[in-house]
């Protein structure tokens, strides 16, 4: 829906200008669209290194690109069956198959480490580093909103400068303003109906990621102390809202949580 959204907001703008103004090319001043987007981007570079800046493409196809996120009940559904299993054949769990890298480590961790609250703590670790990770292209664009007014105001400041050479023409200071403040139209308008949208949105999906992730860890610990059954059920469905607690139990597949703005 972001695309959507961001498609929204600029048709509701376009829609406001076409009603106030009867030129509504004037608006689209080239020159200040590349400041804008040039200097927000150069800056926000400017932040970070550059192997942090490959994640950046993949955030943004992300975004754009619809996704399904985790199946937060299906993988709780097919937890509850591993703990029914297990408890008839231990080696069930260093029998299973899964292609999530944090879950393989998480199932090798408990069935080799008798501590919970070591595999806790590693588990945790991975959480963070993940969080971390996350947080680069989410930075990234929030520093682009940032920057993007007020690199509209150098525009602006610029144009005004131009205006000030051109006091002996009275005739031409009104559209050389107007001109002017298209610098701070578009800086505005991006931060607000592009930039703080993609931020958002891929702090969306690390949140939800990372609320999965845990869940997950919930389940394998407390499989590793042996509770019942109805205890684990009770503490994984406290991860779901109640219209998914009334869904028809499924059968899915465990770890299918993409590693969102890696």
Known sequence: MTPIGILISLLA???AMTMDHDNLGSLFKVSSMILVVGGSLGASMAGFE?????????ALLLVIKPRKGPDTRATIDSLLAIAKEARTNPLVLEEMETDDAFLKKGIDL?????EPERVAELMATEIEGLRAR???ATKFFSDMAGFSPTFGILGTVVGLIGVLGQLSSPGKLGPAIASAF?????????ANAVWLPISNKLRRLSDEEVAFREM???GL??????ASTTELKDRLYAYLSPSEREQTPTRGHLGEAPDAAA
């Open 50 to 58: 550059l192997r942090r800046l490959r994640a950046i493409p993949k």
């Open 110 to 114: 408990i069935i080799s480490t008798s």
């Open 134 to 136: 996350h947080q680069t």
């Open 221 to 226: 610990l407390t499989m590793q102390l042996n």
């Open 13 to 15: 703008l376009l829609g």
């Open 182 to 190: 298209t610098a701070t139209l578009w800086g505005v308008l991006l």
């Open 216 to 218: 997950v860890v919930e």
